[in-house]
């Protein structure tokens, strides 16, 4: 999220004092699925510091949504495959963010907040965040905690307005290692409770020595929490003129979920002005306690087939390029490709009715620093 926010912003601190770092861009983000869903997302996004001691962020963005999408698992042809809406989707989603952060000393403060909707989905987030710089900044410890609001609704269902409310703890720790290394880890824990079924999934099963077919909602716990830690390594080597980008993150939760994803990325500086980074990422998970393809007998309260409930697994290879222009200004260009499929989860076993995804996405930016 990135925002026209940052306008009226920049221009109520410039008042108070005159920007002494600021920083303005636009950026749009294509996103195809092959045969299901298209998204096209405008950004625009600023950051400006007052008098040393004061930085404001904001950020607007609108989220163009098309296409199809799945409705629900039937095993008619004999086992459980996904079966796509036969109307296309269309949906607008509009957001926004700002963060205010003050400075005392090695000490930073910052508050936040967030607000999204569309049709059928509303939220605000609130947070606040501390920093730390110890040990002559070579240490940054960071606090944060945040809370949202969200309201689901249906557009097949124009009764439904249910709630979810949502607490986030972050602990995290920058350590530079040396002039050349810093390696940056990070806990976030969240804890929701409220609605989390999905009202447009729906799962069809036929049994052999039934007639009549059984057709169940999608019925999930009414509570999350969740816990994931975040690894990051940056390691430059001077001889290659080049930057080792390395990602870890591990995630579970209360629904069963274990997931990993693994990204390594190496940044090549061509020159002083370009900069060329192809990256790779791999991800896995397991299935959540109460994913089926199938609905069992009995059948029980709780059950989604939803398959990104599912196990399975992801690559994705991209390529970004980088260009610093004369006078402040950067162009940067991101072209990527997503393969999700049931054989690519680690050590196999992936869920027997999940639809291999496919999708090629790009990011275009275009930003400038005064």
Known sequence: MQAALALPILAVCAKAGAAEVGEIGISTLGYKERGLMRVIEPVLWGRAQIAEVWEVQASAAVDIITGASPELVTNVSGRPVQSITGASVVDHRTTGDIKVTRRFGDLALSASHAQSNEEDYHSKA???????????????????????????????????????RTNEYLFGVTQVLSP???????????????????????????????AIPVLAGDRRP?????????????????????????????????????????EVAWQQDVGERFAVRPALRYYTQGAADFYSPVVPRPQPEILSSDQRLGAFGGLSPSLRVTARLEGGLVVEATAGYVVDSRSLRLGGGGSEAFETLRAAYGLVSVSHTF
């Open 180 to 210: 050349l290394a810093v390696v940056q880890s990070s806990l976030a824990v969240s804890r929701g409770k409220g609605w989390y079924n999905d009202p447009y999934k729906l799962t069809l099963t036929f049994y052999p020595d039934q």
């Open 222 to 262: 009414d509570h999350r929490d969740t816990v994931s830690w975040l690894t990051r390594l940056r390691r430059h080597f001077p001889q290659a003129n080049g930057t080792l980008q390395a990602d870890y993150r591990y995630f579970r939760d209360d629904w069963g979920i274990r997931a990993h994803t693994l």
């Open 126 to 164: 609130y947070g606040l965040e501390g920093r730390v710089d110890l040990d002559r900044k070579r240490t940054t410890l960071t606090a944060g905690l945040g809370h949202s609001d969200d309201h689901v609704g249906s557009s097949i269902d124009p009764t439904l307005d249910a709630a979810r």
